[in-house]
């Protein structure tokens, strides 16, 4: 969380979103779950495009 309280919402790179999902499906490989990595693709994917929207900028401005 910021000083101000509220948190952070700092851009969730592509990159960390891959990082995540690696890290993720390796989890369920290891807990041999590998029926829950479709799921985590979806989630990430889903991370990806919510991150993206415009709106995140209008909210991130408006916080000036």
Known sequence: MAE??????????DQRVQDWLEAAEADAD???LPELK??????????ARLR????????????D
Do not use: K
Not at 4 to 13: E, I, N, T, V, Y
Not at 38 to 47: S, V, W, Y
Not at 52 to 63: G, H
């Open 30 to 32: 290891r807990r041999g």
């Open 52 to 63: 993206a929207a415009d709106w995140n900028n209008l909210v991130l401005s408006s916080e």
């Open 4 to 13: 101000s309280g509220r948190c952070d919402l700092a851009p969730l790179s």
């Open 38 to 47: 479709p799921a985590l693709r979806r989630i990430a994917q889903a991370t």
